[in-house]
């Protein structure tokens, strides 16, 4: 089975730096859909940054942009989000997710079919 673990998440001062990894077991990343989406309390769950169409394109959201880097070791089956000038606005459970898919709506949660268990997210001000 396909399985996605985060970590490095915690609490952090605003504009700090924060690198979370998502590892990845049971199959590989290399053409699936796959990246980083976020939850803030009473808010709607929400792209982050994902790659997709077999690895050719990134997207980022607008509000991360400048700030975050998505990247994918492959040898090591590794996602990583360096997160770094925080904001509290960035406070949320983050989440890995991949499809098995090589084309999909990017931003969209609904095309994504595996998830991790999330690691939260915490800037302070």
């Known amino acids: 089975q396909v399985q996605l673990v985060e970590s490095g998440g915690g609490s952090v001062q605003a504009g700090g730096s924060l690198r979370l990894a998502c590892a990845g077991s049971?199959?590989?990343?290399?053409?699936?859909?796959k990246g980083w989406f976020r939850q803030g309390s009473g808010k709607e769950r929400e792209a982050v940054a994902t790659?997709?169409?077999?690895?050719?394109?990134?997207y980022y959201a607008d509000s991360v942009k400048g700030r975050f880097a998505i990247s994918l070791d492959s040898a090591k089956n590794t996602l990583y989000l360096q997160m770094n000038s925080l904001k509290s606005e960035d406070t949320a459970m983050y989440y890995c997710?991949?499809?098995?898919?090589?084309?999909?709506?990017?931003?969209?949660?609904?095309?994504?079919?595996?998830w991790g268990q999330g690691t939260q997210v915490t800037v302070s001000s």
């Open positions: 997710a991949a499809a098995p898919v090589k084309y999909c709506d990017p931003a969209s949660p609904r095309d994504y079919s595996y």
């Open positions: 790659i997709y169409g077999g690895g050719r394109y990134i």
């Open positions: 049971g199959y590989t990343f290399s053409t699936f859909c």
